[in-house]
Protein backbone atom coordinates (compact mmCIF):
# COMPACT_ATOMS: atom_id res chain seq x y z
CA UNK A 1 0.00 0.00 0.00
CA UNK A 2 1.29 3.34 -0.88
CA UNK A 3 1.31 6.54 1.60
CA UNK A 4 -1.00 9.27 0.43
CA UNK A 5 1.96 11.67 0.83
CA UNK A 6 4.00 9.43 -1.90
CA UNK A 7 0.86 10.55 -4.20
CA UNK A 8 0.80 13.69 -6.30
CA UNK A 9 -2.93 14.81 -7.95
CA UNK A 10 -2.64 17.05 -10.56
CA UNK A 11 -5.18 18.15 -13.84
CA UNK A 12 -4.59 16.44 -16.80
CA UNK A 13 -3.24 18.14 -19.98
CA UNK A 14 -3.03 17.39 -23.53
CA UNK A 15 0.32 15.93 -22.71
CA UNK A 16 -1.11 13.14 -20.70
CA UNK A 17 -3.46 11.95 -23.32
CA UNK A 18 -1.34 9.25 -24.41
CA UNK A 19 -0.06 7.82 -21.04
CA UNK A 20 -3.79 8.01 -20.47
CA UNK A 21 -4.95 5.57 -23.15
CA UNK A 22 -2.12 3.71 -22.16
CA UNK A 23 -4.00 3.41 -18.98
CA UNK A 24 -7.65 2.72 -20.04
CA UNK A 25 -5.87 -0.28 -22.02
CA UNK A 26 -4.69 -1.94 -19.24
CA UNK A 27 -7.81 -1.52 -17.65
CA UNK A 28 -9.64 -2.47 -20.70
CA UNK A 29 -7.61 -5.83 -20.51
CA UNK A 30 -8.15 -6.37 -16.80
CA UNK A 31 -11.76 -6.23 -16.92
CA UNK A 32 -12.09 -8.19 -20.36
CA UNK A 33 -9.87 -10.79 -18.47
CA UNK A 34 -12.01 -10.99 -15.23
CA UNK A 35 -14.87 -11.58 -17.96
CA UNK A 36 -16.71 -8.02 -17.50
CA UNK A 37 -18.20 -6.46 -20.70
CA UNK A 38 -17.75 -3.63 -18.87
CA UNK A 39 -15.12 -0.98 -21.56
CA UNK A 40 -14.94 -3.94 -23.87
CA UNK A 41 -16.69 -1.45 -26.65
CA UNK A 42 -13.70 0.79 -27.13
CA UNK A 43 -14.42 3.38 -24.32
CA UNK A 44 -13.52 5.52 -23.13
CA UNK A 45 -12.34 6.61 -26.56
CA UNK A 46 -9.14 8.78 -27.10
CA UNK A 47 -11.89 12.01 -27.86
CA UNK A 48 -13.58 11.15 -24.30
CA UNK A 49 -10.33 11.50 -22.80
CA UNK A 50 -9.58 14.46 -24.71
CA UNK A 51 -13.13 15.97 -23.50
CA UNK A 52 -12.74 15.38 -20.18
CA UNK A 53 -8.84 17.35 -20.28
CA UNK A 54 -10.80 20.36 -22.31
CA UNK A 55 -13.20 20.40 -19.92
CA UNK A 56 -11.07 20.53 -16.43
CA UNK A 57 -12.53 17.31 -15.01
CA UNK A 58 -9.44 14.74 -15.81
CA UNK A 59 -7.03 14.55 -13.00
CA UNK A 60 -4.28 12.26 -12.90
CA UNK A 61 -2.57 10.53 -10.08
CA UNK A 62 1.12 10.31 -9.87
CA UNK A 63 2.98 8.00 -8.01
CA UNK A 64 7.20 7.50 -8.49
CA UNK A 65 6.99 10.20 -10.78
CA UNK A 66 4.86 8.10 -13.19
CA UNK A 67 1.21 8.15 -14.00
CA UNK A 68 0.06 5.74 -11.78
CA UNK A 69 -4.31 6.79 -12.27
CA UNK A 70 -6.93 8.79 -14.02
CA UNK A 71 -10.52 9.98 -13.19
CA UNK A 72 -13.03 12.49 -14.15
CA UNK A 73 -14.12 14.35 -11.33
CA UNK A 74 -17.39 16.09 -12.20
CA UNK A 75 -19.72 17.99 -10.29
CA UNK A 76 -23.42 17.27 -11.11
CA UNK A 77 -22.12 15.97 -14.13
CA UNK A 78 -24.50 12.58 -14.99
CA UNK A 79 -27.69 13.18 -16.79
CA UNK A 80 -28.53 9.99 -16.75
CA UNK A 81 -28.97 10.01 -12.55
CA UNK A 82 -31.56 11.79 -13.13
CA UNK A 83 -33.70 8.63 -13.98
CA UNK A 84 -32.15 6.53 -11.56
CA UNK A 85 -34.47 3.13 -11.21
CA UNK A 86 -34.24 3.41 -7.11
CA UNK A 87 -33.73 6.07 -4.92
CA UNK A 88 -31.12 8.32 -4.19
CA UNK A 89 -29.92 9.32 -0.22
CA UNK A 90 -29.64 12.88 -1.21
CA UNK A 91 -31.21 15.79 -3.73
CA UNK A 92 -29.12 18.32 -4.61
CA UNK A 93 -25.45 19.10 -5.84
CA UNK A 94 -23.21 15.91 -5.71
CA UNK A 95 -19.48 14.75 -6.96
CA UNK A 96 -19.43 12.06 -9.55
CA UNK A 97 -16.21 9.90 -10.54
CA UNK A 98 -15.76 8.33 -14.28
CA UNK A 99 -13.46 6.58 -15.89
CA UNK A 100 -11.72 6.02 -12.96
CA UNK A 101 -8.11 3.45 -13.74
CA UNK A 102 -5.30 2.52 -12.92
CA UNK A 103 -2.06 1.85 -14.53
CA UNK A 104 -1.18 -2.13 -14.52
CA UNK A 105 2.15 -1.84 -12.40
CA UNK A 106 0.29 0.18 -9.76
CA UNK A 107 -2.66 -1.86 -9.29
CA UNK A 108 -3.12 -2.66 -5.17
CA UNK A 109 -1.07 0.03 -4.50
CA UNK A 110 -3.89 2.21 -3.21
CA UNK A 111 -4.31 4.31 -6.46
CA UNK A 112 -7.96 3.83 -7.29
CA UNK A 113 -8.62 4.79 -2.98
CA UNK A 114 -6.46 7.88 -3.41
CA UNK A 115 -8.62 9.04 -6.30
CA UNK A 116 -12.14 8.78 -4.75
CA UNK A 117 -10.86 10.28 -1.75
CA UNK A 118 -9.61 13.36 -3.97
CA UNK A 119 -12.64 13.68 -5.44
CA UNK A 120 -14.27 13.58 -2.17
CA UNK A 121 -12.00 16.14 -0.90
CA UNK A 122 -12.60 18.41 -4.51
CA UNK A 123 -16.02 17.87 -3.83
CA UNK A 124 -16.07 19.36 -0.42
CA UNK A 125 -13.81 22.57 -1.53
CA UNK A 126 -16.68 23.11 -3.13
CA UNK A 127 -19.06 22.91 -0.57
CA UNK A 128 -20.59 19.36 -2.18
CA UNK A 129 -21.61 16.94 0.08
CA UNK A 130 -22.90 13.60 -2.07
CA UNK A 131 -20.61 11.51 -3.71
CA UNK A 132 -22.48 9.16 -6.65
CA UNK A 133 -20.47 6.67 -8.91
CA UNK A 134 -21.99 3.98 -10.97
CA UNK A 135 -20.00 0.87 -12.03
CA UNK A 136 -20.49 -2.85 -13.83
CA UNK A 137 -22.26 -5.35 -11.87
CA UNK A 138 -19.42 -7.83 -11.72
CA UNK A 139 -16.68 -5.17 -11.46
CA UNK A 140 -16.37 -6.70 -8.07
CA UNK A 141 -12.59 -4.76 -7.38
CA UNK A 142 -14.88 -1.32 -7.54
CA UNK A 143 -17.80 -2.70 -5.60
CA UNK A 144 -15.35 -3.84 -2.52
CA UNK A 145 -13.98 -0.38 -2.69
CA UNK A 146 -17.24 1.63 -2.57
CA UNK A 147 -18.00 -0.62 0.14
CA UNK A 148 -14.62 -0.09 1.75
CA UNK A 149 -15.31 3.51 1.59
CA UNK A 150 -18.98 3.32 2.81
CA UNK A 151 -20.84 4.11 0.02
CA UNK A 152 -24.42 2.91 -0.21
CA UNK A 153 -26.37 1.23 -3.13
CA UNK A 154 -29.47 3.18 -4.32
CA UNK A 155 -30.37 1.47 -7.53
CA UNK A 156 -30.04 0.63 -11.13
CA UNK A 157 -28.62 3.47 -13.59
CA UNK A 158 -29.08 2.89 -17.68
CA UNK A 159 -26.72 3.96 -20.32
CA UNK A 160 -26.70 3.20 -24.08
CA UNK A 161 -23.79 0.83 -23.62
CA UNK A 162 -25.89 -1.26 -20.75
CA UNK A 163 -27.45 -0.99 -16.56
CA UNK A 164 -25.01 -0.02 -13.82
CA UNK A 165 -25.40 -0.72 -10.05
CA UNK A 166 -25.71 3.15 -8.41
CA UNK A 167 -24.18 3.71 -5.03
CA UNK A 168 -23.74 7.33 -3.05
CA UNK A 169 -22.16 8.65 0.05
CA UNK A 170 -22.68 11.98 2.06
CA UNK A 171 -19.66 13.58 2.56
Keep these: MTEECDIVFRKATSNDVDSIMEIVADAQRSLG ?22 DGIGWICELQGDIAGY ?13 LEGEWLSTGNYVVVHRICVRKKFVRH ?7 RHAAKEAILQDVHSFKIDTHEKNQYMLNLLEKFGFTYCGIVRYEHGKRVAFEKLL
Design 71 to 83: AAIVINGEPEYEN
Design 33 to 54: DRGIDQWQDGYPQRDRIKDDIR
Design 110 to 116: GVASALL
